[in-house]
């Protein structure tokens, strides 16, 4: 989907429902062959992995196609929307690598939004209306059995259209007014009961500043923005289905162009949220630190983690285009991540639960610089070199005093090679005179095996990584787990989601050994700590001390 490599020729694959209903439209020379997307959030709050599905079905289908993809800001709500909101929304779709042809805001629509209303009330097919919220909840009713007309259905013409300017003109308080579609009160689909479609608010807006009073409901302002604009397919999720044919009343009796919404499946990923009510809760009550944590599910976050673009692109991909809801594999998502990381991310050396190590036969004072591959996986990568001392640091699992069968690290008497470096062999422990834990371990090294040039011709099984005590900075990892124990928290009616809270999502390792060269990182920059995991430099990291995220693991049990 990326903007660099956009797709100009259909794949060769079997087509999604959305790609055969395209076709169709194309060849029945529909709208000229001409195909328009676009995406549409409300800018208050930020976007999530939801929408990340989002923009990679309306871009993607844009670029497949050799169309048009719009970004709309739906910005008819001003108490909750924020120029924030805006430019993280601006940043984030970016980054996912779409680019959009045309920048558009529902605000921008005001003007012609409120004519269209004006033509509906001349037309006898939208009313003022002075109920209460409470009385028109009554008035609407439930599906099984009719709703019940409001009082106010039957004003005149004339007297809508002066109620509608009064609104517009700011002489009504809030909610004292809305103004109603005149739909079907008998129809089983709620939302063509007499649809709101204004009401008043005295707020200040973002971008309109005090302009206007009464704002568009998003059933009335969605469905005439995509006219305007020209759209010709509205692709989105599938809990706008029952939406679909209110969105296809105004436009009908409105007499403009005639946009087609379809809907797809959302995104639903185990162990995730999307609920931005639901996120902002995990903000404000402090159960994470913001909303770029990198545990979120936000788009802000999955970066701050270190989650490439890319995999998370493939991941919606590979989440494919259903017509029915269904819960995607976390492992999916860790899987697309991780098949770009092992492409793409430098290795380094980290050593995260130091145990040290005196090499007793090294010349005291000598440093030797060892060459290690910056990516086995790129062949253009080159490589660098990294101090070897003395001293160094190894994992503290991967030593043990009376080890099992079948362990190929380090134990007394044996021997394992440190990676792009020498074959050594454990000969003596010293520990805690009080505690008796193993707290330094003096070993030898083969002169003749060092990597690359061993003539020693021993054979050892196992490989350590390691970092040179004297040259090795310390740093800060961040060792996140999924936000929650459940992989579907919100899926319990007698439960709160909140209960489901991982309380080990996050575990701080404050004085991590890493080689000298990750002192220069940059935040953003990918690691893959050899035999730990994938890592991020996170903004947090200073001169003095980096601090990285771990983004995922080395690999797991999931296949695709």
């Avoid at 939004?113 to 004006?118: G, H, I, K, N, S």
């Avoid at 409470?134 to 099984?144: L, M, R, S, T, V």
């Avoid at 162990?271 to 931005?276: D, E, F, N, V």
Wanted: aromatic residues 10%; proline residues 6%; hydrophobic residues 35%.
């Amino acid at each position: 989907m990326s903007a660099d490599n956009p797709v100009t020729e259909k794949e060769e694959r079997s087509l999604n429902f959305i790609e055969q209903i395209i076709e169709e439209d194309i060849a029945n020379g529909k709208h000229a062959g001409r195909i328009h997307t676009r995406f549409p959030p409300e800018p208050n709050g930020y976007l999530h992995i939801g929408h990340a599905k989002a923009i990679t079905v309306n871009y993607g289908i844009a670029q497949r196609y050799q169309g048009q993809f719009n970004l709309r800001f739906d910005d008819t709500n001003p108490v909750t929307e924020e120029v924030e909101y805006v430019d993280s929304i601006r940043a984030d779709v970016r980054w996912l690598g779409a680019e959009w042809d045309n920048e558009c805001f529902a605000s921008d629509y005001f003007p012609q939004l409120y004519d269209f209303a004006v033509e509906l009330i001349k037309k006898g097919l939208a009313y003022v209306d002075d109920s209460t919220k409470e009385e028109i909840e009554a008035q609407k009713g439930n599906p099984a059995a009719p709703g019940t007309a409001s009082p106010y259905r039957q004003r005149s013409i004339a007297e809508n259209l002066d109620l509608f300017e009064r609104m517009k003109n700011g002489e009504f308080p809030d909610g004292a007014r809305v103004l109603r579609a005149k739909g079907d009160m008998s129809s089983s689909n709620m939302h063509l009961r007499d649809s709101i479609m204004y009401r008043i608010k005295h707020a200040h807006h973002h971008r309109t500043g005090d302009q206007w009073c009464i704002y568009p409901m998003y059933d009335f302002a969605h469905g005439q923005s995509d006219s305007i604009e020209g759209i010709t397919h509205s692709l989105c999720s599938l809990e706008f289905i029952h939406h679909r044919p209110l969105y296809e009343w105004y436009i009908e009796n409105l007499g403009i162009f005639p946009s087609r919404q379809i809907e797809f499946a959302r995104m639903n990923v185990a162990y995730l949220i999307t609920s931005k009510r639901k996120l902002l809760k995990l903000v404000t009550e402090g159960h994470v630190t913001g909303w770029d944590d990198p545990r979120m599910p936000t788009i802000s976050g999955m970066r701050r983690r270190g989650y490439p673009a890319k995999g998370i692109i493939n991941f919606c991909e590979r989440a494919g285009v259903a017509k029915r809801d269904n819960t995607i594999e976390y492992g999916l998502l860790e899987f697309s991540v991780r098949e770009i990381l092992n492409q793409t991310a430098i290795r380094a050396m980290a050593v995260l639960d130091p145990l040290k190590v005196v090499i007793t036969n090294y010349p005291e004072g000598q440093v030797e610089h060892m060459e290690i591959e910056n990516n086995p996986e790129d062949p253009n990568s080159g490589t660098r070199t990294i101090p070897f001392s003395r001293e160094i640091y190894i994992e503290q699992e991967d030593f043990m005093e009376e080890p099992p069968k079948k362990f190929f690290r380090l134990a007394p008497g044996a021997m394992v090679r440190l990676k792009s470096g020498y074959i050594i062999q454990c000969d003596a422990v010293r520990k805690d005179p009080d505690t008796w834990e193993v707290i330094e371990l003096h070993c030898s090294y083969f002169p003749e095996s060092r990597s690359g040039s061993d003539t020693s011709g021993l054979k050892a099984k196992g490989v350590l990584h390691w970092v040179s005590a004297a040259q090795a900075i310390d740093g800060e990892v961040r060792m996140y787990d999924k936000l929650f124990t459940d992989p579907e928290p919100t899926n319990h009616e007698d439960r709160d989601y909140l209960e489901f809270v991982n309380p080990d999502s996050l575990k701080v390792i404050p004085n991590a050994k890493l080689e000298p060269s990750l002192a220069k990182v940059k935040a953003g920059d990918s690691f893959q700590f050899l035999r730990m995991g994938y890592f991020c430099a996170d903004q947090d990291s200073t001169t003095e001390k980096p601090v990285f995220n771990l983004t995922v693991g080395l690999k797991d049990g999931y296949k695709p």
